[in-house]
């Protein structure tokens, strides 16, 4: 399992290619966000550029979420890929910075955590309202929907009794 990679031993030549999975404790979710997780493959290919490097890979695994709706635990695949540019902080530019670029990473470490990599793709690639699945809506909207013919039935209801103690 590799997991730090030095950028020096990287030419344009040849790119770094690295295939590796990792497992719950490295990658040290929060608990509050994810309940649980399988152990994340990484495929990633770093090329060398005239300035900095491009990194760009995939990710695949499986969390366990709480569904925001109803909070039964299930489980949401995660299958993503992403490409950034890791440039040294010598290139930040006003520009970037003001328009906050996200396919640009500055950074003048020689190692990267590939860890960090997996990590961070997960949160990218992570629901922002996570749902246990269409169900959970729809029996919402079912419920929502029951109560409204509730109060209907018990407005004729009214009425009926009304009707009926005018023919005594
Ligand atoms: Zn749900």
Redesign the pocket.
Known sequence: MKRYVNLREITVKEPLKVDTEFGEKLLDLPAEEVVRATPFSLHVEIHKRAVGYNVRGQIKGTVTLR??????E?QEKIDGSFSFDLLPTSEITEGQIKHGELDVKFSDEDVVDLADVVREQIFLNLPVKP???E??EL?DYKEWNGEEKDERWSKLKQLKEKLDRKEK
């Not at 569904?67 to 039964?72: A, F, G, H, K, V």
Request: charged letters at 40%; one cysteine or more; aromatic letters at 8%.
């Open positions: 569904c925001s709706r109803c909070d039964r299930y749902l246990c699945g169900k959970c029996e």
